[in-house]
């Protein structure tokens, strides 16, 4: 399977009376945007804003981020199951507005994190700082039920996304990045005398704001499956979750999975990727064991001498994490597992809920605890009323000069767990 | 350690599923829910976690994890938990859990947060017994 | 400018005198004394100078803890040191714990910052890690040149105020505190170059070190428990009255063994606890409380155990290595063997 990413990069984004794509801008037609949003008739007001990276604006509460691509050539079209019929993707050509987001912004409910800052303290943690971003702050009709509202904010951004995603079908991408995946016998016959390495992806899926779709299915309705690599990058998996959100994976990060990125780089050249296994987290401990015995068993199955795991979230999740590495170790599978940490504000604590000595190689995205002081930003994109919240609501407090000081678990990505940060802790 | 059917239990596998619970919404949709019996706790979710570890003690288990979701333990106020209700010997992959739970729970709880978990503004408890409610809700498929 | 460095030490390094003399009390003279010598040396390079030598007997310390902490840390703060360092303890258990227990309570109530040095096996690294910097230092006085060379950079570094590198760079015993810091790569490049060590069977390091749990693997059940004897063991320091063997309150250094033959109760006239780390009254009051006698004596009676065995082993489990525990239980497991038990009710508190 090969697929082609062609990256056209945008450096700028503007307001304009025709959404285009002109010498590495992005211009976006705000009405024709908000009407495509309020065709959902959950949904009463959508207001779109600009942020671009370097401002002084903080963005909350943050529910998902979505990068806008477009299928080109092959088959089906990108978010299958959502905004396409579900066909199977990851092979042909796709363009990418690379260095652009889609960030939907709406409050489920009172207690839900999720900042951007594209400046200061924060900015340096979150990796939408980086993007230039188009907000959607979305309000519901009265009374709307939590996953109901839930539904029509994540179905807004896709919308959004593939509706920008679309201004990049007929142009020339800037760069063009090629995958290509030669499916388990071929890539044996290939590389005979290379590790043979999966990577694990755990999703989300323990209930409502915490949960993922493959193909537009639940993946906590899913056994542990199998994928193509490529599939990812044309956004077969969609996030439905949205607390925590220092270590949850947004759609952006899915359609940019860093662990399959990094494998990709590698491969045929001291490793063999041969796949991706993804499995999910759900709360019912049989359904744990099920899964995670799931995952050893298509580890075995494909002769595997190593394995990336994954996760999202924290807690429930760690339990999945650590079932899973026991397990694929024990059926002879080397492991390395990314996580993040809760080891406290003062990081004197155990830091996961769960904890094995088969897990010997971590990487960590860092201590989601520390804390954090965010300066005023000039410009809020959001709920102000929920910017009171948030900050009473962390165990710091909004400051009298604007400034919030809060655990660093309240910014959106910035303790990823499928390794897309720098930061780490010792 | 009878390790006879451990992870064979399906969601009807049980006649005798109990359910704990401090939060009210859960307590209100699961009260005559065929084959679930609701243990309603005037209590914290520390006091719910002690009481399915006692009853794993005498030999109950743990069907859901006890630290479900994305929110902290010194976040949210509410807990549900879901056991198997029977006599015989421990469980030990119950007891771990439960124990690592707990000590998860305390070593949150050593860092207050005002607003959540303690003087929780009413917008925002009914919000985590939603949480509680839908999570719980979807693991045991009602 | 010339920083003012106050040195902890106990009776011996003192000079005063061994174990005779562990009971001394605190007490402070000017200038260096003992190791200090060697430690003022290297730091008078970088403009600092030992200006005073407190020490305590290290029984004081222990016994009389509140007193002596207290009492230590007014001669301390009466200094208005830049730094404080501690020891090295080497392998000394008790001496560590107060070296430990003195740079934790100076950082934290004098906000003076502090160094201690002891072997990686001493109680008081395990207790005090996470509280100060200890220097890791071999296990006998033999290393002290090697623990100066080792502590005065560190030493040097603090009092100038510069932040200190990684556990591994700068030798001392990792604090177990997790700090937050930048990569150049980004986690999921981490992983995979993690993961083509393993494969390769190189060697890598893990950015998180789980726990280690020594587990160990319960024996199979008595079955005939109506003919078994059974011993009484504990940590929870339950002696006869007076401590007639002087097991150390924290750090046992050894145990003891007692006979219990024709006792069915531990009454708080014959029996206490030499225990130093919990609120000995209720075990004072009714040993059996700790170490159930008591009960032992009614299951014989009722033939639930064959019999209860004539002696018992103690000692306290406050901060004792793990490592001597191996060892004392290793030697009174051979007794027990040999003189035909067939299980062990081993009590902590």
């Known amino acids: 399977m090969k697929l082609e990413l062609g990256y056209i990069y945008i450096k700028d984004v503007q307001f304009g009376a025709k959404s285009e794509v002109k010498d590495g801008t992005l211009y976006v037609n705000k009405e024709e945007i908000q009407k495509l949003v309020l065709e959902d008739e959950n949904l009463v007001s959508c207001d779109v804003d600009l942020a671009r990276p370097g401002e002084s604006v903080r963005i909350t509460p943050v529910k998902d981020v979505i990068e806008p691509r477009v299928k080109v050539e092959g088959r089906g079209g990108v978010f299958p199951g959502w905004m396409h019929k579900v066909d199977t993707v990851g092979e042909g050509k796709t363009n990418v507005l690379k260095g652009a987001a ?286 009171d919240i948030i900050a009473g609501g962390w165990s710091g407090s909004l400051q009298p000069d604007g400034s919030i000081i809060a655990e660093l678990q309240v910014i959106t990505s910035a303790t990823n767990e499928q390794g897309y940060n720098c930061l780490s802790a010792r | 350690m009878n390790r006879a059917g451990k992870g064979s239990f399906s969601r009807s596998f049980f006649a005798n599923m109990l359910l704990i619970t401090n939060n009210p919404d859960v307590r209100d949709a699961f009260t005559d829910k065929h084959g679930i019996t609701l243990r309603f706790i005037e209590g914290s979710y520390r006091d719910v976690l002690v009481a399915a570890r006692d009853l794993i003690h005498s030999g109950s288990k743990l069907l859901t994890h006890p630290l479900m979701g994305s929110l902290k333990p010194n976040e949210t106020p509410y807990r549900s938990v879901a056991l198997a209700v029977m006599e015989g010997p421990m469980d030990m992959d119950s007891l771990m859990l439960i124990e690592r739970s707990i000590e998860t729970f305390d070593k949150f709880a050593a860092v207050t947060r005002p607003d959540r978990g303690v003087n929780t503004p009413e917008r925002m408890l009914a919000d985590f017994r939603l949480i509680d409610l839908s999570l719980i809700s979807s693991a045991l498929d009602h | 400018m010339a920083y003012k460095v106050v040195h902890y030490i106990n009776q011996f390094y003192a000079g005063i005198g061994g174990e005779e003399f562990a009971t001394t009390e605190p007490a402070k003279i000017a200038g260096v004394k003992g190791p200090g010598m060697a430690l003022n040396a290297a730091l008078k390079a970088a403009g600092a100078e030992i200006v005073a030598t407190v020490y305590c007997g290290d029984s004081y310390f222990a016994e009389n803890n509140e007193d002596a902490i207290t009492r230590v840390l007014a001669l301390i703060k009466e200094e208005n040191p830049d730094l404080v360092i501690c020891g090295p303890a080497f392998n000394a258990g008790r001496y560590g714990v107060a070296c430990g227990q003195v740079a934790a309570e100076v950082k934290e109530k004098l906000g003076v910052p502090t160094l201690t040095g002891m072997y990686i096996e001493n109680p008081g690294a395990d207790m005090y890690k996470s509280k100060t910097i200890i220097m890791e230092t071999k296990n006998s006085a033999a290393g002290m040149r090697d623990a100066v060379a080792k502590m005065a950079p560190v030493a040097i570094k603090m009092l100038k105020g510069e932040e200190l590198g990684s556990a591994k760079q700068e030798g001392y015993i990792p604090t177990g505190i997790r700090k937050n810091l930048f990569e150049n790569e980004r986690g999921a490049k981490r992983a995979v170059d993690m993961l083509i060590k393993k494969l390769a069977g190189e060697e890598f390091e893990t950015e998180f070190p789980m726990p280690e749990f020594d587990r160990v693997a319960p024996n199979p059940a008595v079955k005939d428990l109506a003919h078994a004897t059974i011993a009484l063991c504990t940590s929870g320091g339950i002696v006869p009255k007076g401590n007639p063997d002087h097991i150390e309150s924290s750090s046992a250094s050894h145990y003891g063994k007692y006979s219990i033959a024709g006792v069915n109760d531990l009454d708080a006239e014959h029996w206490q606890t030499a225990h130093g780390g919990y609120d000995p009254s209720y075990a004072n009051a009714d040993a059996d409380r700790v170490l159930p006698v008591d009960v032992m004596r009614e299951f014989e009676k009722e033939g639930k155990i064959g019999k209860l065995y004539d002696f018992f082993y103690t000692t306290v489990g406050n901060g004792t290595a793990v490592k001597n525990a191996k060892k004392f239980a290793a030697e009174y497991a051979q007794e027990l063997k040999a003189n035909g038990v067939d299980a062990v009710i081993m009590t902590s508190t």
């Not at chain 1, 995958?179 to 999703?203: I, N, Q, S, T, W």
């Not at chain 1, 940019?256 to 019912?284: D, M, S």
């Not at chain 1, 397990?327 to 597992?337: H, R, S, W």
């Not at chain 1, 990314?338 to 000595?357: P, R």
Request: proline share 3%; glycine share 8%; hydrophobic share 40%.
């Open chain 1, 102 to 387: 889609v960030v939907t912004a709406g409050k489920v409910v009172g207690f839900q994190e999720g900042i951007i800052d594209m400046s200061g303290e924060g900015a340096k943690y979150t990796p939408f700082s980086k993007t230039n971003n188009v907000v959607l702050v979305i309000n519901p009709i009265d009374n709307l039920e939590a996953h109901d509202y839930e539904h029509s904010l994540r179905v807004a951004g896709l919308k959004v996304a593939t509706y920008l995603g679309e201004l990049a079908r007929n142009l020339t991408p800037d760069e063009v990045k090629v995958y290509e995946h030669e499916g388990v016998l071929e890539g044996y016959k290939k590389y005979p005398d290379l590790p043979r390495v999966a990577y694990v992806l755990m999703l989300q899926s323990q209930g409502l704001l915490h949960d993922t779709y493959v193909y537009g299915v639940d993946a906590k309705q899913s056994l542990t499956t199998m994928i193509n690599p490529t599939e990812l990058f044309d956004g077969a998996i969609v996030s439905g979750n949205c607390v925590s959100a220092c270590d949850k994976n947004p759609t952006y990060i899915h359609e940019n999975n860093p662990v399959v990125e990094e494998l990709f780089a590698q491969h045929g050249k001291k490793l063999n990727f041969v796949g991706v296994i993804i499995t999910n987290e759900n709360v019912y401990l049989a359904d744990k064991m099920r899964s995670s015995d799931w995952s050893a068993k298509l580890c075995k199955f494909l002769n595997l001498d190593g394995a990336i795991v994954s996760q999202e979230g924290f807690g429930n999740p760690d339990t999945d994490l650590i079932m899973n590495c026991k397990k694929i170790e024990a059926e002879g599978v080397k492991t390395v597992i990314i996580t993040d940490e809760y080891a406290g504000q003062d990081g004197s604590s155990q830091s996961l809920a769960d904890a094995d000595v088969a897990a010997n190689a971590v990487v960590t995205g860092g201590n989601a605890n520390v804390v954090i002081h965010l300066p005023k930003m000039d410009k809020v994109i959001g709920t102000l009323d929920y910017v």
